[in-house]
């Protein structure tokens, strides 16, 4: 196991020496793609440039500039100002707000300066350990390899690390290269990919590098873990609707009870309506019966005369 691990440290130097000579003679002075001035604009260019490609930030950095060009100046503008400058990059709302915090904390902590330093870089808002080796190396000279997706992903495709994060690749670049090449090879790589991988898909037999370095990639394993935890993410969601959907049950439950009493109260008042005939016939017997014992009107004045005369005259005959 020692020997094969060796033989394969062994390879992958003998790779990262052979991609070194040919990145060296394809782009032997690579110029910094995002336009800046100083430190102090190199650090808002590369913070611009998240989610946004660097042709879409060159864009917008020189009005920004203009109205910012030192931390102090960026300090004073409102969020609201910020934004609408760069609201053409991704991300340009959450930018806005740490530009104006970052300035404000330069102001505060650093006399309007840019640190030195990857800690007090990396403790700015908006501001990661590949912007922090950015600033490092290309505003200081200070030896850093920034590793961002794109040579994450050439770096595993060439074999010269295993994908499994961003934080081993690094390691790993700067394990096969050396120190003083680590600044040039991240601009190198950068180049490479840009002109070199289709977004399309992989020709690797038409490549320089990829022609006899290329190796399958494997699955990156916070990818594999992600989907793990997806998969365990969607059991628990799974069953956190089974146990939502209990209560669903219990309100059917409900509904029936609810209908039930529904049922029985029409139940109730159809008994009540024949109850109501009932008392209408009740009713309309009493009337009846009042109407049969009704005393009969008395006879009064003319029509009492009337009868005695009748009675007389059957008397007579
Ligand atoms: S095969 Fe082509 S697309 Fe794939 S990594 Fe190599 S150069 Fe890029």
Redesign the pocket.
């Known amino acids: 196991m020692r020997l094969a691990a060796k033989a394969d440290k062994g390879d992958r130097a003998d790779k990262a020496a052979r991609i070194h000579a040919i990145l060296d003679r394809l782009y032997p002075r690579p110029p910094i793609p995002l336009q800046h001035e100083n430190p102090f604009t190199l650090l808002v260019a590369v913070a611009l440039s998240a989610q946004t490609t660097d042709a879409r930030v060159n864009l917008v950095t020189p009005a920004l500039f203009e109205r910012a060009p030192d931390a102090a100046a960026m300090a004073a503008l409102e969020v609201g100002e910020i934004l609408d400058l760069i609201k053409t990059c991704g991300l340009a709302p959450a930018k806005s707000k740490n530009l104006k915090r970052m300035a404000q904390l330069l102001v505060e902590r650093h006399g309007g300066d840019v640190p030195k330093s990857f800690a007090d870089l990396e403790a700015l808002p908006g501001v990661g350990h590949k912007t922090a080796s950015v600033v490092m190396s290309q505003a200081f000279g200070v030896p850093a390899f920034p590793v961002d997706t794109h040579i994450h992903r050439?770096a595993a495709?060439w074999g010269l690390s295993d994908g499994h994060s961003v934080e081993r690749t690094e390691r790993d670049l700067k394990a096969l290269f050396p120190e003083d090449a680590w600044n040039r090879l991240h601009l190198q790589i950068i180049y490479f990919?840009r002109e070199?991988?289709?977004a399309r898909g992989?020709?690797?037999g038409s490549?320089p590098?990829?022609s006899w370095a290329?190796v399958a990639e494997p699955a990156p394993a916070k990818a594999r873990k992600s989907g793990a935890k997806k998969k365990s993410g969607a059991k628990k969601k799974s069953a956190k609707t089974a146990a939502k959907k209990k209560p669903a049950k219990k309100k059917s439950a409900k509904k029936k009870t609810a209908a039930k009493k529904k049922t029985t109260a029409k139940k109730k008042s159809a008994k009540k309506k024949p109850a109501a005939k009932k008392t209408a016939a009740k009713k309309k017997s009493t009337t009846k019966k009042s109407a049969a014992k009704k005393p009969e009107p008395k006879m009064v004045g003319a029509a009492k005369k009337t009868a005695k005369k009748a009675s007389a005259k059957q008397t007579a005959a």
């Open positions: 050439l495709r990919g070199h991988c289709p992989h020709e690797p490549c590098i990829c290329f």
